[in-house]
Nanobody
């Protein structure tokens, strides 16, 4: 059994926040992603990473967000900066074990999910 645990928080408009997702050693060779879901909207990919750590970003966050993982610590990160009023949402980390997985933006391509963490941006 696998577990993904997210960590979120609150930040002021224009501020920075780092999300972390603790995974087990078994995930080190997986593809990873961060998705978000705002009320009334579909879950959307903000950042993804293939097994070679090649990232992919949604246009809305490119240049502001960065995905990476600490293999030794078994933690997936999402560094977020210049946060905007449109960024608040429930953020989810996701992992996929398929040998041919990639930095997919499709929720159906990920088998394991964190429980979600709320990001709030205050003015």
């Amino acid at each position: 059994q696998v577990h993904l645990r997210d960590g979120g928080g609150s930040v002021q408009n224009g501020g920075s926040l780092t999300l972390s997702c603790k995974y087990t050693y078994a995930y080190n060779d997986y593809c990873f992603a961060w998705f978000r879901q705002a009320p009334g909207k579909e879950r959307e990919m903000v950042a993804a990473m293939d097994k070679g750590r090649n990232p992919r970003y949604d246009d809305s966050v490119r240049g502001r967000f960065r995905i990476n993982k600490d293999t030794a610590a078994e933690v997936l990160y999402l560094w977020m900066s210049s946060l905007k009023p449109e960024d608040p949402a429930l953020y989810y980390c996701a992992a996929e074990p398929r040998h041919n997985c990639g930095a997919s933006g499709d929720t159906r391509d990920y088998q394991f999910w964190g429980q979600g963490t709320q990001v709030t941006v205050s003015s």
